[in-house]
């Protein structure tokens, strides 16, 4: 016997469907409130990527995608809307603000009746081609990077993050190992009234005579600054840092780029407190509004990091 939607003539399927709960609209939640964010992390979407030579690639993203919950009553958010948003352009269109901009307007518009705010965050591993310190050889660095926006009674905020990797070499370290270098010179030349210069030279060359060498440590640098408008290059930022670290990591070398990265360590002695100064000085001269830095010195000689940040907003920096 025919069952009354067989009836009227729908399936099963379509009359199951046709009487779907939708909680989110149906119900009201047991505790009432509003929220600040609600969405999605870490959701996997290819992005369109402009690189220096204006060449577009695809690469992998994780996308943060957000809106408030600014009606009390409501139960939650229509997620499904806000990946279906980004995906149609993160997919099909250059990644930049002005688009981002755009998704944050679809954001709004379809939550109109319960936010009044949204966010989005991009990330993606930036790749470009580094030079060698002498050399000239180049080869290939990859940096994080991640594009934030976020939209607010019409008002947005742009910003952006890199982590930089660099070396540093510990000036405590290094002045311990001069004291070890200078005991074993006057060990060596203790009954020698007159060292000639060659017989010296020599001596510095010796595996022995060199007996301490400073402990030194790969260490990022995670730097993020508000941006006063939508055009941004992330290798100028990254630039900025490594210079004014100086001791940036190197893709490929040989051995004259080893010898003068050396050179450079030795130059830039720094804890993470004198690598926080360093950024912060360069940043406090750039066109930047606002800013955070965070470096990370991954110890050698201990098992803990040692970590410094500097900010320039109030209330420990910006959220975008």
Request: aromatic share 6%; net charge negative.
């Amino acid at each position: 016997m025919p069952t009354p939607s067989q009836r009227k003539g729908l399936s099963l399927n379509q009359a199951l469907s046709a009487t779907m709960p939708d909680i989110a609209n149906e119900m009201a939640p047991a505790v009432q409130g509003t929220l600040n964010r609600v969405g999605m992390q870490n959701v996997e979407l290819p992005l369109l990527v402009m690189n220096e030579k204006g060449i577009t690639m695809m690469v992998p993203g994780k996308i943060d995608l957000y809106v408030d919950l600014s009606d009390p009553t409501s139960k939650g958010i229509h997620m499904s809307r806000l990946y279906q948003s980004a995906m149609n352009l993160f997919e099909s269109e250059t990644l930049n603000f002005e688009m981002m901009n755009r998704v944050l307007d679809q954001f709004l518009l379809s939550h109109s009746d319960i936010s009044t705010e949204a966010a989005i965050s991009a990330s993606f591993e930036w790749m470009t081609k580094r030079s060698s310190l002498v050399s000239g050889i180049e080869g290939w660095r990859s940096y994080p990077i991640k594009l934030h926006a976020s939209k607010k009674h019409n008002k947005v905020v742009f910003a952006a993050e890199v982590e930089i990797m660099y070396s540093s070499t510990c000036p405590c370290s290094a002045s311990l190992a001069r004291q070890l270098i200078q005991n074993r010179f006057i060990e060596c030349f203790q009954d020698t009234p007159f060292i000639e210069r060659d017989a010296l030279v020599e001596w510095l060359g010796l595996e022995d005579s060199i007996c301490a060498t400073p402990h030194s440590q790969r260490s990022i640098a995670h730097v993020k600054v508000k941006l006063n408008k939508q055009a941004f290059n992330p290798i100028d930022l990254v630039n900025q840092v490594e210079h004014a670290l100086g001791t940036s990591v190197q893709a490929m070398v040989k051995r004259e780029d080893e010898q003068e990265f050396a050179k450079l360590n030795g130059k830039n002695l720094m804890f993470c407190e004198d690598a926080a100064r360093k950024i912060k000085a360069k940043l406090e001269n750039s066109a930047y509004e606002d800013y955070r830095c965070e470096v990370q010195h991954y110890e050698s000689l201990h098992p803990h990091d040692a970590v410094a940040i500097v900010v320039k907003g109030i209330h420990g920096g910006f959220v975008a």
